[in-house]
């Protein structure tokens, strides 16, 4: 059964892109004027389709620019200019099209009433994988076989209604903790921040909390934490009978007041990490400090949420939902042919084109992707899939407004039966 993705998108969005286009490519100065040799209109729609197709050479895309519009011409020499401008004006552009997508909303959830948070806002990056010849202008983390190259793309979403919060791009050897700073200054009164251990800081969960927000985090093994008679976490945990500790803690030598949620683990996955942690540590010629061995038969969470609103228990299903960001990238990168589009030696600009125009595409599938589940509560979608279908169709669209109008067979958009609820009729049972 066909069903239009009028309800699960909204056509004002891209027809209030649309028209501000031609302003945004003014304002950044990827054009002076705009000519009937150059259409910024149809230079995004052709940067879509480069990280669609991995067609993406400044040959490909100077042919591409003017396809279904005869009119509009540019050499390749002129598109080279453009792209090799100080200012970068395409970076720029393609930044504001990008912030009009993330900053969006037409989401509308109803149903959440007893939700005790405004928004469960997940952050977290992924690497993005340059040739090595890149590695000057993009230098990563070096390995055995020399220097590397590539990027950091930072993502935060709202898991209520799948709203982008913020989509950046980042240097290769940023460390999550420097780029999660970022988002500090969009949260607001009410939110719930989802953290992985990499964004950990005392300095980040004060700001937090003096916006009278919460933020919900996993402990670092090399995190100290005591309880409040100054009593270690590992003899807490050595001493404790039971599979859950709920307890206010001090955290590191800040000794900032939080409270420790702590589950224990399965002996199969305790095992698993003990041995994991003893074959890296012999490695090094090393060996495995007490404190990592009795933190590891438990799962460790710290947060500033009272047990007054929200039990260990719930703590933890939410908690749990955080990797469906780790979904989002795979199917990202998966859909498409970005890695295709990527694998070239070019200028930084053209790079970080490709890149923003893959962020650019990806913003507008988990909008998407996330509106249908939400229609569809019942139902297990696949992201992979959802993104595999808006990616390919983003080839052949002539008309950023065409979005609107894609009619997808939604049984093709179907996960893979499984004996578990799905991701969105749990989060919905877990909120009321």
């Known amino acids: 059964m066909l069903d239009t993705f009028q309800a699960f998108t909204s056509a004002s969005l891209w027809s209030s892109l649309t028209s501000k286009i031609n302003s945004y490519a003014k304002e950044s100065g990827l054009v002076q004027r705009i000519s009937e040799h150059f259409c910024p209109h149809g230079f995004l729609l ?52 990008l912030s009009h997508i993330c900053q969006w909303k037409y989401l509308h959830l109803s149903g959440h009433a007893e939700c005790p948070f405004a928004r469960i806002i997940i952050e977290d990056s992924t690497f993005v ?41 980042h240097l290769g050897t940023e460390s999550d903790n420097a780029i999660g700073v970022d988002l500090l200054s969009l949260i607001r009164e009410n939110d719930l921040l989802l953290r992985d251990m990499g964004y950990f800081g005392v300095e980040s969960f004060i700001v937090i909390e003096a916006l009278n927000a919460f933020w919900l985090s996993r402990l670092p093994l090399t995190a100290d934490a005591v309880d409040m008679h100054g009593v270690p976490l590992e003899k807490l945990l050595k001493l404790h009978k039971w599979n859950v500790l709920d307890i206010k803690v001090k955290l590191t030598d800040k000794a900032h007041p939080v409270r420790l949620v702590a589950i224990r683990t399965s002996v199969e996955e305790s095992t698993k990490r003990r041995r994991e ?19 590891a038969g438990w799962h460790l969470m710290v947060t500033n949420v009272p047990k007054e609103m929200l ?97 997808p067979d939604l049984r093709h958009l179907r996960g893979q039966n499984r004996t578990r609820k799905s991701l969105d009729l749990r989060l919905l049972e877990l909120l009321g």
């Not at 100080?86 to 930044?95: A, D, K, M, R, Y």
């Open 277 to 295: 942690y003893r074959a890296k540590a012999k490695q090094k010629g090393k060996a495995v400090p007490k404190r990592t061995l009795i933190r």
């Open 46 to 97: 052709s940067l879509l389709g480069a990280v669609s197709t991995g067609r993406a050479s400044i040959n490909q895309l100077a042919s591409s620019v003017g396809e279904g519009m005869p009119c509009l011409q540019i050499s390749v020499q002129a598109l080279q200019q453009r792209f090799a401008r100080t200012e970068c004006g395409v970076e720029s552009f393609l930044i504001r099209c």
């Open 311 to 407: 039990s260990s228990h719930k703590l933890a299903e939410i908690y749990s939902q955080r990797w469906m960001i780790e979904i989002v990238f795979r199917a990202w990168k998966q859909a498409g042919n970005l890695s295709k589009a990527l694998n070239r030696t070019t200028s930084p600009q053209h790079l970080k084109a490709l890149v923003l125009a893959g962020m650019i595409a990806m913003s507008i599938s988990l909008k998407i992707g996330v509106a249908i589940a939400r229609k569809h509560p019942d139902q297990r979608y696949s992201l992979e899939k959802i993104f595999d279908y808006i990616i390919s169709r983003l080839v052949n669209l002539k008309n950023l407004c065409d979005i609107a109008k894609f009619k």
């Open 129 to 169: 994988r340059f040739p090595k010849s890149n590695a000057i202008e993009f230098p990563a983390s070096g390995n055995a076989s020399g220097a590397t190259a590539g990027c950091k793309v930072d993502l935060a979403f709202d898991l209520l209604s799948g709203d982008v919060i913020d989509n950046e791009l």
